[in-house]
């Protein structure tokens, strides 16, 4: 299935990064998950956690197969420091750290409503059962007093 077109190419939807949501200059797939990544951002995260971003499952560098592109694209130089290729390469690799980042806080702020949530019911449950016990108890002093 056709998802959109990508500098006049026809990019599968399933070839986007899960972690970005772009487009990977050098993508690689999860021999665990099936996930394509950018190379560089899932480096980044099993140097840090060794999980793997979308499933929580254990991902070291062996579980990552490279995907071949064409050869007959070629490849872009950048010419310089100053050059306007190097600072939409500098520009793109903040963007990837911050949708790194933005991708775990979200992640993370998932997680801490589910144990937020979680929390919450326990304490509601043990609310209604010291109502109860309390009604349980006055009801039998009330008893007690009536009958003694």
């Known amino acids: ?17 899960s ?19 950018e190379k560089s951002l899932v480096l980044k995260i099993i140097k840090e956690i060794g999980l793997c971003p979308v499933t929580n499952e254990p991902l070291s560098l062996d579980d990552l197969i490279d995907v071949q592109v064409s050869s007959t694209v070629p490849a872009v130089k950048p010419d310089a420091a100053g050059s306007i290729p190097h600072l939409l390469a500098a520009l793109q690799s903040e963007y990837d750290a911050s949708a790194l980042e933005m991708y775990s806080l979200r992640k993370t702020l998932h997680e801490t409503r589910q144990e937020l ?10 609310t209604r059962v010291v109502a109860r016990v309390v009604r349980e108890r006055d009801e039998y002093r009330r008893l007690a007093e009536e009958g003694g």
Request: charged share 30%; proline share 2%.
């Open 1 to 17: 299935r056709i998802h959109r077109i990508y500098e006049n190419r026809y990019i599968e939807e399933r070839m986007l990064c």
């Open 117 to 126: 949530s979680e929390s919450l019911y326990q304490l509601d449950a043990a």
């Open 19 to 37: 972690i970005s949501g772009r487009v990977p200059k050098e993508a690689v797939v999860s021999r665990k998950s099936g996930h394509v990544f």
